[in-house]
């Protein structure tokens, strides 16, 4: 079974990409929901978050500060590591596991989509890389309008702390152009039959 990452900064489209992969039956693994999930359930890695980022990391509700974290976490590098230390590993390890499940059920190949998958160097556990491209421009003006709580000077400096999308472009295997330009679903039926292939 292939593993196969699919990047691309945020706003690239990765999510709608991957959706259209799993329309035709390829299993996906979403980094980013899987470690929300591994951050709210695994018992060791919240006592990790709270020694790390205070007890307010968590709200009364017990849930995930997620605002609070993406402050603390999105203006200043230090914390961005050291939360990136935390849950990396962890992700690593669930998708090793799933992926596991996913080869003994006999699936051809599986997708990982993640924002980050050389700056996590997750990419050593994958066999080829997508990277779902768009400009600058374009995924700045999606993530305005899909997340209205983030600011356009947030989404700057997210993209601050992400891969170049020329270095992204530069070390992919298969590139998906999502750029409003040109249509997704060709791109995607052709490098699916390339993978099956
Ligand atoms: C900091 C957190 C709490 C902010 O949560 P919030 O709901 O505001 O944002 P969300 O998770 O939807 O992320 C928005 C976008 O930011 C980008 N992003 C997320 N985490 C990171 C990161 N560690 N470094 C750079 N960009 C990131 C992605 O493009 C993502 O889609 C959250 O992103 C988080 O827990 N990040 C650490 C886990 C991680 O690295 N996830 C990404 C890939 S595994
Ligand atoms: N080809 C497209 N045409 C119109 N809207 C699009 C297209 N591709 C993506 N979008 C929209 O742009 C937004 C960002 O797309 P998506 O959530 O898939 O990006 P992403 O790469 O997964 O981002 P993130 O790294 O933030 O998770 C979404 O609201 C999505 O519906």
């Not at 990047?7 to 959706?19: F, H, L, N």
């Not at 993209?159 to 590139?175: C, N």
């Amino acid at each position: 079974m292939l593993r196969i990452g699919i990047t691309g900064g945020i706003g690239s489209g990765k999510s709608v990409v991957c959706r259209v992969f799993q329309v035709l039956g390829v299993p996906v693994y979403d980094s980013d929901a899987r470690a929300k999930w591994v951050m709210a359930h695994d018992t060791a890695l919240r006592q990790e978050l709270v020694a790390a980022f205070g007890t307010a990391v968590f709200g009364a509700d017990g849930q995930l500060d997620r605002p609070y974290l993406a402050r603390l976490a999105f203006n200043d590098p230090a914390q961005l590591a050291k939360l990136n230390g935390l849950v990396h590993p962890h992700v690593g390890r669930d998708f090793a596991e799933w992926s596991e499940g996913q080869a003994q059920l006999g699936k051809p190949y599986i997708l990982k989509e993640a924002a980050l998958l050389y700056e996590s160097g997750a990419y050593k556990q994958l066999d080829r890389i997508i990277t779902v491209f768009a400009p600058e421009t374009v995924r700045h003006a999606r993530v305005l309008l899909r997340d209205p709580h983030r600011t356009a000077d947030d989404i700057v400096s997210i993209m601050g702390k992400q891969l170049s999308e020329e270095e992204k472009l530069q070390r992919a295997d298969f590139i998906i152009h999502n750029d409003d330009q040109h249509l997704v679903l060709p791109q995607v039926l052709k490098l699916h039959q390339i993978i099956l292939n």
